[in-house]
DNA sequence: TCGCATCGCTAATCCGATTTAGCAAAGGGA
DNA sequence: TCCCTTTGCTAAATCGGATTAGCGATGCGA
């Protein structure tokens, strides 16, 4: 039915050329090599008509670039964080005229290794390896141009990475709660009080309670939980109440706080009344809550642009090795925190 | 620092043989060719030592076809749902060891032609059309090979579509409700009474409405809602809290029912000692409230998979043009159901 | 011993572009 | 008029494989 793509060679043909001259034109390089504006005319004319677009394979094999990079995930892309992640970096690449392939490894080795060749053999251009949580991850050897997204490399790479700014987010949150007057009467629910008194390998953890300490905010007391889950957040968040009354909470990230409202709301407790609320994250449930969660946004869609970026000028010149980018994560200020 | 890639030349050379030889003992078609069994574990072992694969882009030229699929959505692949069709066409891809490609249109028609162009530049051997919500979309001319997912073509077009089965899920979710003994005071949230009372161009909200009606069982009352958001769920059933008393909720969808949930519990009334809700989607919120959530499941890890599975199909063999494939949307039981 | 089939492998071509090297014609200076 | 540039374009090589056509050596029958 759709008959045979029309080719560099029918286009030359069409116009009256060689190939070489043809393609000279399409490149742009015709003006570079004296090639008359006359015959330009002609072929841009004639390609134009034909409806001309060259062969992508074709020119990859020649060039050895394919305009393509690969998007490799832990799991990311099914979670609904990295939904934004890869927009992100969708639109950088469009922009770009790029395509992406994304592919995930599960966290299985072997399906890593499987991926990387599937893409290098498909010459892609450069990589971004992406994580589902910020963590430290190994890298593959010889993976080529690539940037590590919301992942830091475990052996030192070399290799850029793209990272939220967790720190400055605790500070972020704290300040949410000095701003409206908090002084004394702060929870934390999730993590603390110790650096290390959180989920096992999360950075998050580390950072945003390293955050909350710099920012002079006073803790009165913290619940630690391991796998940030709603029940855990209602868990804690009730086994706190029975002993103390707080004024004010910061809960680790939304999840948390989506089970710390249910019991503030057990005990009679209102938000933002009795208990003002802060988390991370900026989930979709945040602005479905009520009332609205104030919240600090992890900024995946930024991330996922940024890695494209950074990919890109990696690419392009020399750039110096593994630079870590953090990227700001705003504060969504919404109806979960009244002054006092 | 990587050294160049190991191309066939090479390995031909390191084995004593000519690039013909080689390259048929790697595609297999040693044997068939009378290649000596010897010569074969020649170049074999060599293949194995210098680790050889073969250039992926010079393999499209010559043969065509590039083991590429492109997965072009409207910009399903930002949300949660699409999540689970981008990872269900990844698995099913990489069964098939195929790569994917994928796009956001955002809706715009330029830039569709422009991804799509992009896609068959790189010589894809099929395309996956997918949709954000089940709906009717216009087909691009010239596209090849391809099947629509959670979508419908407008004006026919003999494309294979993958839609999960709405009706069948109506009558599911009715099915749970006359399983526990409801007969009576069951109203429905989000759309309805008549088929054509709900969100414009929604297939889902048809379907749901056909199945439930389908059904046999009776329904008291309904309450449509514009957009399916957690507000109009809240703002729906206090407007029918005001004037009825009902025994059993039908929310259109997951989100709908969240703000049934609220306007239940302000209303004093209990999930599911008083009403019994059911709902549709299973949203990942849908096991967070509390109580869990009753609801009939999007399908879209099976979907993405099944669009895989279907273009391979249509691209093997002459598959009958236009077909449907319906894919089954399972109940999951949870808490928000009593008998009576 | 000749002729023909079979065996085992390779030379050459092709896919669709980019790129290098160079050729024929026109123009300019001595 | 001759030689040398410059102009404007093209032939041919190349990228890395798959595939077609065919070549030399051996075996076998007559």
Same mark, same amino acid.
């Given at each position: /039915?759709?008959? +045979?793509?029309?080719?560099?060679?029918?286009?030359?043909?069409?116009?009256?050329?060689?190939?070489?001259?043809? %393609?000279?034109?399409?490149?742009?390089?015709?003006?570079?090599?004296?090639? %008359?504006?006359?015959?330009?005319?002609?072929?841009?004319?004639?390609?134009?008509?034909? =409806?001309?677009?060259?062969?992508?394979?074709?020119?990859?094999?020649?060039?050895?670039?394919?305009?393509?990079?690969?998007?490799?995930?832990?799991?990311?892309?099914?979670? +609904?964080?990295?939904?934004?992640?890869?927009?992100?970096?969708?639109?950088?690449?469009?922009?770009?005229?790029?395509? @992406?392939?994304?592919?995930?490894?599960?966290?299985? !080795?072997?399906?890593?290794?499987?991926?990387?060749?599937?893409?290098?053999?498909?010459?892609?251009? =450069?990589?971004?390896?992406?994580?589902?949580?910020?963590?430290?991850?190994?890298?593959?050897?010889?993976?080529?141009?690539?940037?590590?997204?919301?992942?830091?490399?475990?052996?030192?790479?070399?290799?850029?990475?793209?990272?939220?700014?967790?720190?400055?987010?605790?500070?972020?949150?704290? +300040?949410?709660?000095?701003?409206?007057?908090?002084?004394? =009467?702060?929870?934390?629910?999730?993590?603390?009080?110790?650096?290390?008194?959180?989920?096992?390998?999360?950075? *998050?953890?580390?950072?945003? @309670?390293?955050?909350?300490?710099?920012?002079?905010?006073?803790?009165?007391?913290?619940?630690?939980? !391991?796998? #940030?889950?709603?029940?855990?957040?209602?868990?804690?968040?009730?086994?706190?109440?029975?002993?103390?009354?707080?004024?004010?909470?910061?809960?680790?990230?939304?999840?948390?706080?989506?089970?710390?409202?249910? *019991?503030?709301?057990?005990?009679?407790?209102?938000?933002?009344?009795?208990?003002?609320?802060?988390?991370?994250?900026?989930?979709?449930?945040? %602005? #479905?809550?009520?009332?609205?969660?104030?919240?600090?946004?992890?900024?995946?869609?930024? @991330?996922?642009?940024?890695?494209?970026?950074? @990919?890109?000028?990696? /690419? =392009?010149?020399?750039?110096?090795?593994?630079?870590?980018?953090?990227?700001?994560?705003?504060?969504?200020?919404?109806?979960?925190?009244?002054?006092?």
């Amino acid at each position: /039915m759709s008959r +045979r793509r029309v080719t560099l060679a029918d286009l030359a043909q069409a116009a009256g050329v060689s190939r070489t001259t043809a %393609s000279l034109v399409m490149t742009g390089r015709g003006r570079e090599l004296r090639i %008359s504006h006359d015959v330009e005319q002609r072929v841009l004319r004639a390609a134009d008509e034909l =409806g001309y677009r060259p062969n992508a394979v074709s020119v990859g094999l020649r060039t050895g670039t394919s305009r393509t990079i690969g998007f490799v995930s832990d799991t990311v892309a099914t979670s +609904r964080l990295a939904g934004d992640m890869i927009k992100g970096a969708l639109e950088a690449a469009r922009e770009r005229g790029v395509m @992406l392939f994304i592919g995930e490894t599960e966290g299985d !080795p072997d399906l890593e290794r499987g991926l990387l060749h599937a893409m290098q053999d498909r010459q892609v251009d =450069g990589i971004i390896l992406a994580a589902m949580f910020t963590r430290t991850i190994k890298v593959p050897k010889d993976i080529g141009p690539a940037v590590l997204l919301n992942a830091l490399p475990k052996p030192a790479s070399g290799l850029p990475s793209i990272v939220p700014d967790e720190v400055e987010a605790g500070r972020s949150a704290a +300040r949410v709660l000095l701003d409206a007057g908090h002084r004394d =009467g702060v929870y934390l629910i999730g993590a603390g009080p110790r650096l290390r008194d959180g989920p096992v390998d999360s950075v *998050a953890a580390v950072e945003r @309670l390293q955050g909350i300490r710099d920012s002079g905010l006073k803790i009165a007391g913290a619940r630690a939980c !391991p796998d #940030w889950q709603p029940e855990e957040g209602l868990a804690a968040t009730r086994a706190l109440l029975a002993e103390h009354r707080p004024k004010a909470l910061i809960c680790l990230n939304d999840r948390l706080a989506l089970g710390a409202y249910q *019991a503030l709301q057990d005990a009679g407790l209102s938000v933002p009344d009795d208990v003002s609320v802060v988390s991370f994250d900026d989930h979709p449930i945040a %602005s #479905w809550l009520r009332p609205k969660l104030t919240t600090v946004a992890l900024p995946y869609y930024e @991330l996922g642009r940024k890695a494209v970026e950074v @990919l890109f000028a990696q /690419m =392009g010149e020399e750039s110096e090795p593994g630079q870590v980018h953090r990227v700001a994560m705003p504060v969504r200020l919404r109806e979960s925190v009244k002054p006092r």
